[in-house]
């Protein structure tokens, strides 16, 4: 096995998914983010639809590699009932997203064909 280096990743997103039933909490969790993490990260738009290989509605948040620890910590011990998606950002989209990813919750099967 050759092991690439940690240099490969440019920076995490993660992907808070929601649908009509947990949208008010999606919403929450987004404003405590903001007002948790202010412009220290990226938030992205509120997808009340589907997006890109994601099977439900989502919000991303983008964040470099010296942050990791941080925000993953906070997700893990803050995301209640939602579920989220995160991956590395390598410049390799289908492998960043079905072999490296990592789930907070439950997980889902992505539309990885949106990534060709």
Do not use: C, K
Request: hydrophobic share 45%; glycine share 6%; proline share 3%.
């Amino acid at each position: 096995m050759t092991f690439r280096d940690l240099s490969a990743i440019t920076s995490w997103h993660a992907h808070v998914y929601f649908d009509a039933g947990s949208r008010d909490a999606a919403w929450t969790f987004r404003e405590q983010i903001s007002a948790h993490w202010g412009d220290a990260l990226q938030l992205g738009r509120f997808h009340e639809r589907l997006v890109g290989p994601h099977p439900m509605w989502s919000y991303q948040l983008a964040f470099t590699q010296s942050q990791f620890a941080d925000v993953v910590g906070w997700l893990t011990l803050n995301h209640g009932a939602l579920d989220i998606f995160l991956h590395p950002n390598t410049g390799d989209a289908l492998r960043d997203h079905r072999d490296a990813a990592v789930w907070i919750g439950h997980s889902y099967e992505l539309v990885l064909s949106a990534l060709n």
